[in-house]
């Protein structure tokens, strides 16, 4: 007996059938239209790289999840982690020839040999865009339109993006006497708060900063009202690049209601130095669907030249989840917009012909590959989403006609051959 | 002193800066297009897959290539090495749900472990095409089709679709007393015969068959005329199949120039059954930039149901290759078509509020990050090859005017700030 290999895929990776790539096209080109309009250009690095690259920035806790292997010739290489890391080394190489400052977008895959779990995948795609060469703020205001940009664009009116400056952070860290080397590790439990609630980060804060500093601390980052209220509290911690920031932002058509300063929100990672920002939908529980900011010095791993950046990454999986909850693909078909049948061998030189010609006019058909049952080319094209059929009989070719039936409400009418384009040309939904 | 990571890249991998990107993104949406114009839907299958999967089909010499490895849970692993193995094992598991026939595209990354030359790469993107789930030659016909309308599509306008047919050959064979066993073999070496020469071909052929035999092979597959010529020559071997495929696949727009049997032709790979297909471009030395045919049995490694299907793949990188030699880039330009500048903090205002009206006209804009001096800004234009410059100063503030320059000209005009978005709809290259 003939034995099969069992079809099966890694957990954490997934198939995407033609439904699910025409969700995930039309996201994905939405983004793209965005970072075109505030003129990204993108580049591409390669999926595979040498491990010492790739691992380079990385703690041991990350580098558990990088994909790691020998290649035939000895070589240690491992799958993209992220596409900061390779942006870096591709800059390094390259920042002679770039224009400076250099804007650039990157949607590509990544790897990461994670626990998979709802919404986390071992092989999901970042979508990335950066500006590098530049300190001015003009490019933090940006970057906040483009996200604004990026939402709007697809169809989002609630979204929220939350900003602070590392610096303010730093500030108050200071003003309270906590030393330079244990902010970092404050830091990073503080970005636990809209997870772990004001208790925990206290319990976690203990070992390293007294309990009444860091309520104190907790209290400082609390504190609500509007941004101007927020920010004159906040004032005796320098203010001066949060409020040039936020009126810059204001030029970019962001409405109000869509851009927040929370003096809470910290960042997990050391390598921000200024503005940061995390995206959240206030509709879909799904945590923050873009996120990043201001660094200092993106390629100090690779050479001495220095080049300060600021740049977001958007989780494209935790976008089209929001998306699915908020019926954000509610008219999206698949490609074929009309199916010619295929009556019989007679006829099947003006079925041809007549594809051609809606081909021709820009309109994407198809036609049916076997003189089947009519019956069954139409179940074809109901399971396609295809929304008119083009019949065309021994009758109708006779007469130099053609039939045209509407799949949505069962309509046909028959037309002069002549006028197929023109007919498919009048319906706005092609 | 501090010590660098080499920012160096594995050999037969390659970076894409925006240049590069804006080629390779302008040839695959043309590609895509012709897709999506002749009804395909596109599917996605993950770049990592168990080993098992991945080399199922392949013969050592092939898996010796293939890139394999094993996760931190001990799963062996391996990258994608193709893309119809991967396409396989996907309508193996989803057939039940898949409209039939079912067309698809896919264009995605594959890598190999190859020895890297000119233009071999050990990743690099395939552009696959294929319908299955019937046996009619009209889907023969439709690739046809598919194959010269990608070609006109991206520009070409000499290319060669070669057409044969394996059962055409397997009957020469026959008639030349060939055994059975023997002819997958015989084959793969006349597969040669373009890059081997007919003397290498016979010396190949000798271990195989006797000499004579050989002979009489390459005289009959090297016959020349007109299609009909030849197939009158061939008639003896049986040539309805292809007799019945070149009168469908000229009813698809096909030049006859584009089209032409050629019975040499025979693909090294054992899995195909029928008529098969190369695609060179006469112009260009770069072997076949396309190639595929008609297969029995695509899921015979994943389960007993059986899928006939035809279907060609793209080779990118050639195609790209042969758009360059041939000028077909000629006019592409990047993203940003006009950069408005930053000539100080009195006038920024304006300038974003101009920035904003363009993009929001549809135009992909961006602004200068620094109050920078007016000649590095223009520099900046330059490298980006952007073709208007928006200048806004004082002067141009106080009269709510703005100047544009054209850089390629070096031109400019001064107009009022309200009239910016009708100025840029008028020229047609935006």
Redesign the interface.
């Known amino acids: 007996m003939?034995t099969?290999?069992?079809?099966?895929?890694?957990q954490g990776?997934?198939?995407?059938?033609?439904e699910?790539?025409?969700k995930?096209?039309y996201a994905m080109n939405k983004i793209k239209s965005a970072f075109?309009?505030?003129?990204?250009?993108?580049?591409?690095?390669?999926?595979?790289?040498?491990a010492?690259?790739i691992l380079?920035k990385y703690g041991d806790e990350a580098s558990?999840l990088v994909?790691?292997?020998?290649?035939?010739?000895g070589?240690d290489?491992a799958?993209r982690y992220d596409q900061t890391v390779p942006f870096a080394?591709?800059v390094?190489?390259?920042f002679k020839?770039?224009?400076?400052?250099f804007?650039?977008y990157q949607i590509d895959?990544v790897?990461r040999?994670d626990r998979p779990a709802k919404g986390r995948y071992?092989?999901f795609y970042q979508c990335d865009v950066d500006?590098i060469g530049?300190t001015?703020l003009?490019?933090e205001a940006?970057i906040a339109g483009v996200i604004a940009?990026v939402f709007t664009t697809i169809g989002f009116e609630n979204f929220t993006i939350k900003f602070n400056s590392r610096r303010l952070i730093n500030n108050i860290l200071d003003s309270l006497k906590i030393p330079a080397e244990k902010q970092s590790a404050v830091i990073r439990i503080l970005d636990k708060l809209e997870k772990v609630d004001r208790k925990g980060v206290i319990e976690e804060l203990k070992p390293l900063i007294n309990e009444s500093s860091a309520k104190e601390l907790l209290d400082i980052v609390s504190i609500t009202g509007t941004t101007e209220e927020k920010l004159k509290l906040l004032d005796k911690y320098e203010t001066k690049e949060i409020r040039e920031f936020f009126s810059?932002a204001r030029?970019?058509?962001i409405a109000d209601k869509n851009l927040l300063f929370d003096p809470s929100l910290a960042r997990g990672l050391d390598y921000y130095t200024g503005i940061i920002f995390e995206v959240f939908f206030p509709e879909v529980a799904i945590g923050a669907v873009c996120a990043g900011g201001r660094y200092d010095d993106l390629c100090s791993?690779?050479?001495?030249e220095q080049f300060s950046g600021v740049g977001v990454a958007f989780g494209f999986d935790r976008i089209i989840v929001a998306m699915e909850e908020l019926g954000l693909f509610k008219d999206l078909t698949?490609?074929?917009q009309v199916?010619v049948t295929?009556f019989d061998d007679s006829t099947?030189?003006t079925s041809?012909?007549l594809l051609?010609e809606i081909?021709?006019a820009?309109i994407?058909?198809?036609?049916y590959?076997?003189p089947a049952k009519i019956t069954k080319q139409m179940k074809?094209a109901d399971?396609?989403q295809?929304p008119f059929v083009v019949i065309c009989g021994p009758e109708e070719v006779s007469r130099n006609e053609v039939t045209i039936k509407m799949m949505k409400t069962g309509k046909q009418k028959t037309i002069p051959q002549n006028q197929i384009t023109n007919y498919f040309k009048g319906y706005s939904e092609i």
């Open positions: 003939k099969f290999i069992k079809p099966k895929i890694l990776t997934r198939d995407f059938l033609p699910d790539m025409a995930r096209e075109i309009n505030f003129g990204y250009d993108s580049i591409q690095t390669p999926a595979i790289e040498y010492e690259t380079g558990k994909y790691r292997f020998k290649d035939n010739g070589r290489i799958l080394r591709l390094a190489t390259n020839n770039l224009p400076m400052p804007k650039r895959r790897w040999g071992r092989e500006i530049t001015n003009l490019a940006e940009k810059l030029l970019f058509n791993l690779f050479c001495p698949l490609n074929s199916l295929y099947l030189a041809v012909k051609s081909q021709q820009g994407n058909a198809e036609i590959f076997e074809y399971k396609k295809i």
